[in-house]
């Protein structure tokens, strides 16, 4: 070979790896065809698919097309260890891939898993660009990463390793650690989180009017409107988040759905520039709410994301309906109690508390010390944000019952005034069958794409979509609820499950119950369906379902 071919075909080398290394030219992996390409693209875990969209503008338009859908992914573990247990989850909802908007981990109260070292390994695992929030729950509802059983898991109840066992050889054991890690990917919206604050040095001072303003700048910095599509909320232990979300369901388009958890301890990550003020050093957080908005700026050719309420109630009415004559507020530092006398209406005779609680328990029988009381209060209240004109709002709120003497009956919580109606209600588990039940039939027609626009079971528009498809779930479930409830596992999860099989579901086991829906599921004779909503449940489950409808094609 002479000296000049050989430099000729130095140069072609070069040249060849010039236009390699720019993203120009053909190289062999791209002779497969693109097709061919795209199929092992889709199989890449989320991290190497990551990487595989910024090798050359021809595969980062692959990616895009492999995900231009939205995906909810979500693994537990229950791995004593920290660092085990988060491998575990991450490693398993990111095994495909995904570009992460937000993330929601849940970890056991009285683990040995520390919330903040979960938060912090989370963060690093997922990155410093999404909100997060951490947080510590009654339990949690999934799929195992390792093993894909599918199971809802109540801390310190006993979990049985091999069910499958004969009875003498069942090995068990109580659990108390665990991470819940769920990961979502929306495209056309846009997530941030918005925290509830007050000013260190005044603790009744709950900046709500803030709370509601930021939520509505955020929204209008990506979006066309001030209402977001939904609100996920998570309460602190510190604060009664009642006042917060009669307000949230006053200042929100009827169209904004508003689920999630009113108790737990919690950390949250937000996005620094996303249009919303921020407060830092003389605030206290006492909350955080996931803020979904939608996206003005959507790319060409993405459809509409879709989201769907529904509620299983477990709590069963009882007695006559009540008007309160006397009440009283005690409060403490940690908590707020309401005493009052009561009379029934069309009645003029004033009843104590032990009274009205003899006859319920009457009405009950042999169960009544077993059973979850509340009385359930119709408040009709004046609400505005900041200068904005006053509005009456109507609402259903759930006081559980503490006990009765000779003068009052003791309710936790406060906001009842005199001439407010109520009933009394309590935990009954062939209600909330009955209820799973309803919701499962919605499921279905939701899954049928026939019914006409509107959800039974929440009073409020449904999407509508020939091509429409269900790709994930989030469920909120009462702590009293779960398997001692029912005699038998996994029955809040069952609508979802007999309906989209395969699809992901992830929830959590709550202290409080966050869902705007219609009271007409509590049986509240004589009022309009719409008339009054009530937003924070006991003893029911939540379930937050999430459709997809492509774009239609250009003709």
């Not at 918005?194 to 955020?218: G, N, S, T, Y």
Request: charged content about 25%; glycine content about 8%; overall charge negative.
């Amino acid at each position: 070979m002479t000296t000049r071919t050989r430099r000729q075909r130095q140069r072609e080398t070069h040249t060849q790896r010039e236009e390699r290394e720019s993203g120009g030219g053909t190289t062999g992996i791209d002779l497969i065809g693109e097709d061919l390409l795209q199929n092992i693209l889709s199989r890449l875990p989320a991290l190497t698919f990551a990487s595989a969209a910024c090798v050359s503008h021809s595969w980062n338009t692959l990616c895009n097309r492999v995900l231009c859908r939205p995906k909810l992914s979500s693994a537990f573990s229950l791995n004593p260890s920290p660092k085990g247990a988060v491998e575990e989850v991450v490693d398993k909802v990111l095994s495909e891939p995904l570009r992460p908007h937000f993330a929601i981990a849940c970890v056991s109260y009285a683990s040995s898993l520390k919330r903040a070292q979960v938060h912090q390994l989370i963060t690093q695992k997922l990155g410093s660009t999404i909100p997060i929030v951490t947080y510590k729950s009654s339990g949690i509802i999934g799929r195992n990463a390792i093993t894909n059983d599918f199971k809802e898991v109540q801390w310190h109840r006993t979990l049985q390793e091999d069910p499958g066992a004969e009875d003498d050889n069942l090995s068990s054991k109580t659990v108390t650690d665990g991470i819940l890690l769920v990961v979502g990917f929306l495209p056309g919206l846009k997530v941030d989180a918005v925290p509830l604050a007050r000013p260190i040095e005044d603790r009744q001072a709950v900046l709500v009017d803030e709370f509601v303003m930021d939520i509505r700048e955020f929204t209008a910095y990506v979006s066309d409107c001030t209402s977001p599509a939904g609100i996920m909320m998570f309460g602190g232990l510190t604060i009664d988040v009642k006042p917060v979300l009669d307000k949230l369901d006053y200042a929100m388009s009827i169209e904004t759905f508003i689920v999630g958890d009113e108790s737990g301890h919690f950390l949250y990550r937000e996005l620094v520039d996303s249009g919303k003020p921020q407060r830092r050093p003389r605030f206290k957080t006492l909350g955080v709410a996931l803020v979904f908005a939608r996206d003005r700026n959507k790319p060409h050719g993405i459809g509409e994301i879709g989201f769907h309420v529904a509620l299983s109630s477990g709590l069963s009415p009882i007695g006559p309906v009540f008007k309160a004559a006397a009440v009283k507020e005690r409060r403490d530092l940690n908590d707020c109690s309401t005493w009052l006398t009561a009379r029934r209406e069309e009645h003029h005779d004033i009843l104590d508390g032990q009274t009205m609680l003899s006859d319920i328990s009457d009405e009950i029988g042999d169960h009544f010390e077993y059973t979850g009381l509340y009385i359930g209060v119709t408040k009709r209240r004046k609400y505005s944000v900041e200068l904005e004109k006053v509005r009456w709002i109507s609402s259903l709120a759930f006081h559980e019952v503490s006990r009765g003497d000779e003068e009052y009956l003791f309710v936790y919580g406060s906001g009842i005034k005199t001439g407010d109606s109520f009933r009394f209600y309590y935990s009954d588990s062939s209600t909330a069958s009955s209820s799973c039940s309803n919701v499962s039939a919605y499921f279905r027609r939701l899954k049928q794409d026939q019914h006409d626009g509107i959800c039974p079971d929440v009073g409020r528009a449904a999407a509508n979509g020939s091509n429409k498809e269900i790709f994930g779930g989030i469920l909120f479930s009462c702590c009293g609820r779960g398997e001692p409830f029912f005699d038998r596992p996994n029955v809040d999860s069952s609508p979802f499950l007999e309906n989209f099989p395969g699809v992901p579901l992830a929830g959590t086991f709550c202290c409080g119950e966050i869902g705007r829906c219609s009271s007409s599921l509590y049986n509240q004779e004589g009022q309009e369906e719409s008339a009054v909503r009530c937003c924070l449940h006991a003893y029911s489950s939540v379930y937050l379902v999430m459709s997809y409808t492509p774009a239609l094609p250009e003709h």
